[in-house]
């Protein structure tokens, strides 16, 4: 049986035994990786702190099995939003198509470099081979690359990027990847690693943050003008999709080590939000 061994963290498994991994979504946001407010560049200190992170969380020996996304920040949104991309197929200069996904592809391979700088081994599964466009959940030849890599000891990764249809090209956010990665595993907890320590009551980020999110709490938002899928609205709104699908949900400031370790590790007591009460 090919799948043998690793099928565990996959729905269709549905026997749970005390051994069998628990599998952990680590959503890196584009605002943690990259500096948003310079086109092209990246938030180096983020990502020391999540490869530190992933490194002490020890997830071999405590069993957890890790999905790791990624967000586009100021590479893919910039490309994105110059050639007006969006996450409906258009026409668009398909130079804008090249530029988008070679500034995802430069962003994916410096963050591969980051990771394994701190002995984290991925395996890229491109986006492309993941998800269909109105599937949902992953296909086929995108699930098998991802039970292979598990396999192998890999962390299989995935990026936000663009996909093609013959009505046009439209931009994959990473949550959409984040979405199927629930539909089709059995994802215990969904981890949103972003710049700030967790959802605040408003955009200026004042005051606290919300430390357990229910549906009653009223956030007042704002969209940041790079982001062509919709900033933190968007996030909040698909939190509360994936909890509703079975998930915990998190929101983490990625660049605390610590916080974000706890969160891998399964642990709850650490400065972040929570969603709640559905
Ligand atoms: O930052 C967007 O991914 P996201 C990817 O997860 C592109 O929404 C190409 C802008």
Redesign the pocket.
Known sequence: MVYAGSREPFKKMEKKTTNSPRMVLLKLG?SLITDKDVPLSINENALRAVGAAIRSSRIKERRISLFLVH???SF??FY?SKYHLSQTPKKVLPIGITR?CHA?LKLHSIVKEYLEHYGIATETILPSELLRRNLGSFSNPGRIHFINAVNNGLIPISF???GLEEDGAY?V???AICKAAVNSLKVCRTIFATDVDGIYPNSNLEGEIIRELSKDHKIITSKHVLD??GGIRSKIKIGFELAAMGTEVFYVNGAMTGRLRNLIQGKNETKSTRIVNL
């Open positions: 584009g967000g586009g920040g893919g949104h994105a988008t995802m936000g990027y663009v931009v956010s990473g949550d062509v899928t």
